[in-house]
């Protein structure tokens, strides 16, 4: 069975500090995985997925399966960027298709 | 584009009372889901479809019941409403299932059930 990990229920961080938002899974197969946000009062919604390997709004966030971990990253946190965020395991076993999401963390961004 | 559409936002149920949560896509996709969030739980899937006519259990399936008759629409029914579904209720749709054809989230329905 998959499952994801976000240790963190709450992340605080300055404006202008570095942001890790971490994440591990555990999957048997070969891990498709993304990064969802939450904003205030707005939808959720794709940030990043690791296949794309690409920078949203600063984020990045690269897969590694040593440690088998997704952790989101950003060098200069903004107040834009405190939402809440989740991360998600995609898995296919047989046709089935599943989306895996963590508990998620709030990260709040101070002034 | 709508995108996708809950209905209702808020809803209170009394324990064993029976309702359908409407989810609506405009946007041709084939994959729809039911997700319920709940605190310290992250979001959990509830029922999927990858197609009209499809519909195939999730993580949490028991007590609800869904079904695809059309493209567009894939409405949650809970038969016997318990204190232990109150949650807040999303639905989501993507293109197809894949890596590149991310989820598309409604706004939710929030459910209390006394």
């Known amino acids: 069975a998959q499952r994801v990990t976000q240790p963190e229920k709450l992340l605080s961080v300055f404006k202008g500090a570095p942001v890790e938002l971490k994440c591990n899974y555990s999957?048997?197969?070969?891990?498709?995985l993304f990064w969802y946000v939450q904003y205030s009062r707005q939808r959720l919604q794709l940030l990043l997925r690791?296949?794309s390997r690409e920078s949203i709004k600063g984020f990045t966030a690269d897969l590694n399966k040593g440690e088998t971990s997704f952790h989101l990253k950003k060098p200069f946190a903004q107040e834009e960027d405190s939402a809440m965020y989740y991360c998600?395991?995609?898995?296919?076993?047989?046709?089935?298709?599943?989306?895996?999401f963590g508990t998620g963390t709030r990260l709040t961004i101070i002034p | 584009n709508a995108g996708v559409t809950q209905t209702p936002k808020f809803q209170v149920l009394k324990t064993g009372q029976s309702m359908t949560l409407q989810c609506a896509q405009d946007?041709?996709?084939?994959?729809m889901s039911w997700y319920r969030q709940d605190p310290g739980m992250g979001l959990r899937l509830i029922h999927y479809?990858?197609?009209?006519?499809?519909?195939d259990q999730g993580e949490v399936p028991n007590g609800y019941n869904v079904s695809r008759s059309t493209t567009e629409d894939f409405p949650l029914r809970l038969l016997s409403a318990a204190p232990s579904q109150t949650s807040v209720y999303f639905c989501?749709?993507?293109?197809?299932?894949?890596?590149?054809?991310?989820?598309?989230f409604g706004n939710g329905t929030r459910l209390t059930v006394t």
């Open positions: 989501a749709s993507s293109v197809r299932v894949g890596e590149d054809s991310p989820l598309h």
């Open positions: 999957y048997s197969g070969s891990p498709e």
């Open positions: 690791h296949i």
């Open positions: 998600a395991l995609r898995s296919s076993n047989f046709g089935n298709e599943k989306l895996t």
């Open positions: 946007m041709n996709h084939e994959y």
């Open positions: 479809s990858v197609g009209a006519g499809i519909t």
